[in-house]
């Protein structure tokens, strides 16, 4: 597919956005967003954990491209590019343990390809980090400046080192190079476009309410997260990306729940009359989570505008359907 012209009708030139990952839950809305912003977009995809159907409406689109590729590999572009968005990575913990060596590529060699794509075109470079490089933190709530409490070898292992070497290589470029980076750590979002069956929490217990099955809380359910809705999230890395911080940014909701806490909200929402049942808590569960945002408020001017219950709404319309249609 032909990309659009280079120049807008405004007479400026027309930015070209290249998406990592594009075809995955936040991927996907990045790249709307960025079309929305009047940006050339390309994304790229293996298709692991994405999906076509996450960009299928962007068909007969000129200014969006496809491209199939693991960016483990060698990434070749012709034109110019202006961003880099590396957003590829399979990122829920079922994911990870059952891909802990493609999550381990795709972290280091992925972000070593999307760091020299960057440089050969003299593009801006945004890694998504997350919260797992704080671990099961013991400090709380999180700010940057907290180095973290990550087990190298437990079953987080292989996601939460992946993006801290990530992060180290993002800053040897920028050192080294001079490569503009920005560096976005996610805390928990959600929304849709998420996998129905991809483990998380969000998808699993709106499954489960809709289905009518129990819904299963790991442990005794007083872990903690903080959820931010999908739209929110992307407005903060748009503006993260065109500030002029080079630091990390935590972008997350602070509003924290203990996941009983989400299972009740989930019953509500759906109306749904599931009964809760407890289930083992999967090892190096992190006990809780909440980000510090003072850095985004203060750098980005944002904050989460989407209340739980809303953003519930809109993410059940979106797993309803599918659940029936399974
Ligand atoms: N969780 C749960 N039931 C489920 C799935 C997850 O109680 O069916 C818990 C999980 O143990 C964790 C929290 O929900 O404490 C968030 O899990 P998720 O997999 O969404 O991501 P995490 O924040 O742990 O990376």
Redesign the pocket.
Known sequence: MALAKRKSTSGRRVKTSVVTGGAGFLGSHLVDLLLSRGHRVIAIDNLVTGSVNNIAHLAGNTSFRFIQQDVTEYLFLEGSVDYVWHFASPA??VDYLELPIQTLKVGSLGTHKALGLAKEKGARFLLTSTS?VYGDPLVHPQPETYWGNVNPIGPRGCYDEAKRFAEALTIAYRNQHRLETRIVRIF?TYGPRMRLRD????P??ISQALEGLPI????D?S?T?SFCYCSDLIEGIYRLMMSEVADPVNIGNPTEMT?LEFAEAVIRATRSRSRIVFRP??QD??KQ?RPDIARARKHLAWAPRVALREGLRDTIAYFRPRVRSR
Not at 199 to 202: E, F, L, N, P
Not at 216 to 219: P, R, Y
């Open positions: 829920s913990p797992e928990n483990g998380r929490v969000v699993a217990f299963t809380v790991f442990g359910g872990q997260r996941m808590l999967p569960d992190p989570r």
